[in-house]
T-cell receptor, first 115, second 114 residues
């Protein structure tokens, strides 16, 4: 069965520093991987996805993620963190159902960016 | 353009009451999903529609949970005889079609059962 692990409950970063939010996955077959961000009292906003192709995927708001097949990881990165990046981040993997696809999410990582 | 909308945003119910949660997907999106997000956890899949057909309901936790999408657009998630463990945020998502990988989420309905 497909699964996702986000090993850190919380990541603290100073504004202007690079940030990394970690994600590892377990799938059978080719992985389809996603990052979403959730702000308080709001739904999930799509950031980026990896389907195939380049291992470095660029997404919204300056975020990028690096797919590493050998380490089964898909870490989210940003070169320079902003205070406004503070939110809850979810990694997800596609799970194929008989008639469609669903997303299987990790438990989430709280990102706190301090000025 | 308009995103996925959900109503109500907040719902307080007494244990044993029935509730109905509404989802308006992005116009033209064929696929619609419901997820349940418990406090401090990631969303978990409940059910999936392709147009009006409910093709997977394997995530529904009990037969008290029922979902429909009669005209292939708006969907309603109904919970009968609510229990305290039903308290969660219920998220709706839609995608363009079955083969589309990206799901777009609504703001969710926060349900509190007292």
């Amino acid at each position: 069965a497909q699964s996702v692990a986000q090993p850190e409950d919380q990541v603290n970063v100073a504004e202007g520093n690079p940030l990394t939010v970690k994600c590892t996955y377990s799938v059978s077959g080719n992985p389809y991987l996603f990052w979403y961000v959730q702000y308080p009292n709001r739904g999930l906003q799509f950031l980026l996805k990896y389907i195939t192709g380049d291992n470095l995927v660029k997404g919204s708001y300056g975020f990028e993620a690096e797919f590493n097949k050998s380490q089964t990881s898909f870490h989210l990165k940003k070169p320079s963190a902003l205070v406004s990046d503070s939110a809850l981040y979810f990694c997800a993997v596609r799970a194929v159902m008989e008639y469609g696809n669903k997303l299987v999410f990790g438990a989430g990582t709280i990102l706190r960016v301090k000025s | 353009g308009a995103g996925v909308s959900q109503s109500p945003r907040y719902k307080v119910a007494k244990r044993g009451q029935d509730v109905a949660l509404r989802c308006d997907p992005i116009s033209g999106h064929v696929s619609l999903f419901w997820y349940q997000q418990a406090l401090g956890q990631g969303p978990e899949f409940l059910t999936y529609f392709q147009n009006e057909a409910q093709l997977d309901k394997s995530g529904l936790p009990s037969d008290r949970f029922f979902a429909e999408r009669p005209e292939g657009s708006v969907s309603t998630l109904k919970i009968q005889r609510t229990q305290q463990e039903d308290s969660a945020v219920y998220l709706c998502a839609s995608s363009v079609n079955r083969g589309s990988e990206t799901q777009y989420f609504g703001p969710g309905t926060r349900l509190l059962v007292l």
